[in-house]
């Protein structure tokens, strides 16, 4: 693999590294996070789980990516040609992440332009419902959401544009253009959200400790959990991401310098967001614990109300949350297609344009079956089947597969050389003990809330993604591969 393309500077990988991080749940999910398990005392067990598991696994993606300077599915196949359906399995159910990201940057998308004009009108839930995400109820399955499904078009439009070029040219060069654009924007919003009245009312809300929840497990899973999703750990991304790095690399300080980044986006755009809160609890007189959401519920109906009574600075903030999320998507969307065209262009042998061309296709036709009706609830299904028992399954394998299996003393001379903090014995203990054990659990209580809760409709789209996944991981593993 000799041949293959490389960042043209550490910028871009970095910017592109920090894209993949800094996505929508940073915005929407973070916040809601940490006021449900603890508000300030919260931070204890999520720099806990940076340091056991964020830093040390993605330490190790980088690691041998760069080593390797090929795709994960061929070194996985390299270890042991049997694992290469595991490695199948988990970049598919990456490419599945994908298409229903691709959906919910559509939302965003049809948003943005709604945000110009505030065409939610006084209803925002009714607005989302019947126009962008559709609800719960199986009798508009039958209908599609026509302003999504061309927000869905346009989405997978930019992705090829972008995937298509080489990682310098494509990726690199749109991460250093958005993720400057997108602190920027985070930034601005941010600082004024601070200037209302209210302010801190939202951000002591968010904040107040509650210590006693520290004893508590589940506190502590959220923690992992927060950041397995956060920092895409283990969902080869930045494994993927390594593989293009030249020589002379410092991986050590780049994972460093990526974590923290990724953490001061998510804790200052907490802030920012219960800033806002507060606000409109204060003019509102609405309870705090009325206006606290997370995800759709939190972007979609709660700010465009905020949005309906602030005035002029509702039309310039709305415009630019969206703008926002929608940068940050994008470079999300980027990382998540890239294990899946890595590994598709070097089993097959066809060239990145013709590889992201064909994965485009079949991935917008998937994504457009999510918009119909049922287009928020169908998404939540397929989430939380993804990651409760796909990806969180697998990251616990990888870390046996590569720590007990491949030798972690294999890529540890790759990962000193250059960087000035060193790995060793101690990071070695991480992966191979505690990273498992604490994956495993999480993984556990995952499963049994998938199967308490899931209804047989719920079991039927389960049943269908886990087919389409092992269908093709063993059609991929069983083709002969192009690369030698």
């Known amino acids: 693999m000799s041949e293959r393309t490389q960042w043209d500077s550490r910028i871009s990988f970095l910017f592109a590294m920090i894209g993949v991080a800094v996505g929508v749940g940073n915005i929407w999910r973070f916040s809601y996070v940490v006021y449900t398990n603890g508000g300030g005392s919260f931070f204890i067990p999520y720099i806990v789980a940076i340091l056991i598991l964020g830093i040390p696994f993605l330490i190790m993606e980088y690691g041998l990516g760069f080593s390797f300077k090929t795709s994960f599915t061929e070194i996985m196949k390299k270890i042991n040609p049997k694992f290469e359906i595991i490695a199948w399995v988990l970049v598919l159910f990456t490419f599945i992440v994908t298409v229903y990201y691709m959906v919910i940057l559509s939302w965003d998308l049809v948003y943005l332009f709604s945000s110009l004009t505030f065409d939610w009108g006084a209803d925002a839930a009714n607005y989302f419902v019947n126009t962008v995400g559709g609800s719960s109820n199986l009798a508009d399955a039958s209908s599609f959401l026509i302003p999504t499904s061309i927000g869905v078009l346009i989405c997978w439009f930019i992705l090829w544009f972008i995937s298509n070029r080489d990682i310098d040219k494509g990726i690199g060069k749109a991460s250093k253009i958005l993720i400057p654009l997108l602190f920027i924007i985070m930034g601005i919003i941010i600082v004024y959200a601070f200037t209302l009245p209210g302010a801190k009312i939202g951000i002591d809300t968010l904040i107040y400790p509650k210590w006693e929840m520290l004893w508590d497990v589940n506190i502590w899973l ?108 994008i470079t999300s969307a980027l990382g998540l297609f890239e294990p899946m065209l890595s590994s598709t262009t070097d089993k097959l042998g066809w060239s990145r344009r013709k590889t992201t061309t064909v994965l485009c ?40 597969i590569f720590g007990w299996i491949y030798g972690l003393d294999n890529i540890i001379p790759v990962l000193n050389e250059h960087s000035t903090v060193k790995v060793g014995t101690i990071w070695k203990a991480i992966i191979r003990y505690i990273a498992p054990v604490f994956l495993f659990g999480i993984w556990l209580i995952g499963i ?31 083709r002969k591969s192009a690369v030698k």
């Open 222 to 329: 959220a923690a992992f959990g927060q950041i397995i999703f956060s920092l895409s750990v283990g969902e080869t991304l930045a494994l993927t991401y390594a593989s293009y790095l030249p020589e002379n690399s410092k991986l050590v300080d780049n994972v460093i310098f990526v974590v923290l980044s990724n953490s001061a986006f998510e804790v200052c755009t907490a802030f920012g967001v219960y800033a806002i809160l507060g606000y409109m609890s204060f003019t509102s007189g609405t309870p705090m614990i009325q206006l606290i959401t997370e995800g759709t519920g939190l972007i979609f109906i709660v700010f465009p109300r905020i949005f309906n009574v602030m005035g002029l600075m509702g039309h310039i903030l709305a415009p630019l949350l969206f703008l926002s999320i929608l940068f940050a998507g």
């Open 361 to 400: 296709i079949v991935g917008c036709l998937l994504s457009l079956t999510l918009t119909t009706g049922i287009s928020s609830y169908l998404i939540e299904i397929v989430d939380t089947f993804v990651n409760k028992f796909g990806v969180l399954l697998l990251i616990p394998i990888q870390a046996i």
């Open 448 to 478: 049994y809330e998938l199967f308490i809760h899931a209804t047989q409709f719920e079991f039927m789209i389960d049943i269908l993604v886990m087919a389409f996944v092992l269908i093709f991981a063993f059609y991929f593993s069983r």
